[in-house]
């Protein structure tokens, strides 16, 4: 038989995103806890480099990215109206989210607990994050999908802004209006203004998403593409990482601290082969665990944009206004990794009662 088909014949759910989405929200929860806890330049080595570099990084945002473009292709409602809504939606709750997470930090510079609170307070507020990077690719796919793009030639227009993006990362317009116009758009990190997840270097993830899994609803075998697949992307993607981390090339430059937002294509190469990987792993796993494991991991990815909101104001608050803000308290790793993980324990389980199961983005 035949591994793809002309018609498509892998429809239903495909628990190997939603194991992948799963283990992203947990990475993510994870390294925001420590970096509220020890500060991202303090993040240098041991497990904490691992942890804000590699699971916290290039396993998390870019495969849950990913796994969001594989999504849209299996969504039942991509048309560019309902798509448009959802981008508009997706903005404007990341910078909802923005005036929650920086509450804390005014709330300390007004407490005099230092200047430095109301730089962070500012850069909170400004901050183009995940969720408005979410927006504009959704924004981007309606408009491509009211083109009748194909998935080809989406991915093809995520590797031209990939591309785009490296050439104009890091750069200063001139002006602080210049900078905010231009700032959802490609790299720019001047002073109290920062986009974390610039459109044209990340885009390409979930273009590459949609590719992936417009392909797979073809596949006639996912055992067998899964078996070809994840031990060559595992492979390469590990060759890579320790030539990457060694070397300190790359995301993993120290020439610039946001070369990891920044990515150049090759970079995004390796993060998908990460991506893949992962979902590989989760595709094979899956299957075999408990029903109770099983509902649980696809009930977070359910519920992963509301988990991702709510754990913000633990981190925030929690993390970032009381202990380490007000206390400053000295934490030992495993004491801040099993506050981590009541975080994203405590904001699952709010995520699925009302008025948080009512959200809908």
């Known amino acids: ?177 210049l900078n905010l116009l231009c700032y959802p758009f490609v790299g720019i990190h001047v002073g109290e203004i920062w986009t974390s997840f610039p459109l044209a270097n990340w885009f390409i993830f979930v273009a590459a998403g949609y590719w992936i899994g417009q392909l797979i609803r073809r596949c006639n075998d996912l055992n067998r593409l899964y078996a070809v697949v994840t031990p060559v992307a595992a492979f390469i993607f590990t060759v890579c990482m320790i030539y990457m981390t060694r070397h300190d090339v790359g995301m993993f430059g120290e020439e610039n601290d946001d070369y990891f937002y920044y990515l150049t294509p090759f970079d995004s190469f390796v993060c998908i082969l990460g991506a893949i990987t992962v979902s590989g792993i989760g595709h094979f796993f899956m299957p075999h665990e408990p029903k109770l494991i099983y509902d649980e991991v696809k009930q977070i990815a359910n519920d992963v944009t509301r988990i991702y909101l709510i754990h913000w104001f633990f981190v925030s608050y929690v993390m970032g206004g009381l202990i380490s803000g007000m206390l400053g308290l000295p934490l030992p790793e495993i004491v801040t990794m099993l506050i981590a993980l009541v975080f994203l324990f405590v904001s699952a389980w709010m995520a699925r009662r009302k008025p948080f199961s009512n959200i809908k983005i």
């Open 1 to 177: 038989m035949e591994l793809f088909s002309k018609e498509e014949v892998n429809t239903g759910r495909q628990w190997a995103f939603d194991f992948t989405k799963a283990l992203a929200i947990l990475f993510m929860v994870a390294v925001h806890t420590f970096i509220y806890e020890y500060g991202e330049e303090n993040m240098n080595e041991g497990f904490q480099y691992r942890l804000n570099n590699i699971y916290g990084g290039v396993l998390a945002a870019p495969a849950f990215m990913l796994s969001m473009g594989v999504g849209i292709a299996y969504s039942r409602n991509h048309d560019p109206r309902t798509m448009f809504k959802r981008g508009i939606k997706l903005i404007l709750a990341g910078y909802l989210l923005n005036v929650v997470r920086c509450i804390p930090q005014l709330l300390l510079w007004k407490g005099g607990f230092g200047e430095d609170h109301f730089g962070l307070f500012i850069e909170e507020l400004n901050l183009f994050d995940i969720l408005q990077f979410a927006g504009f690719a959704f924004l981007l796919f309606a408009l491509l999908r009211s083109l009748h793009a194909s998935a080809n030639i989406i991915l093809l227009v995520g590797l031209a802004l990939s591309v785009f993006g490296t050439f104009v990362r890091s750069i200063d317009m001139g002006s602080t209006g």
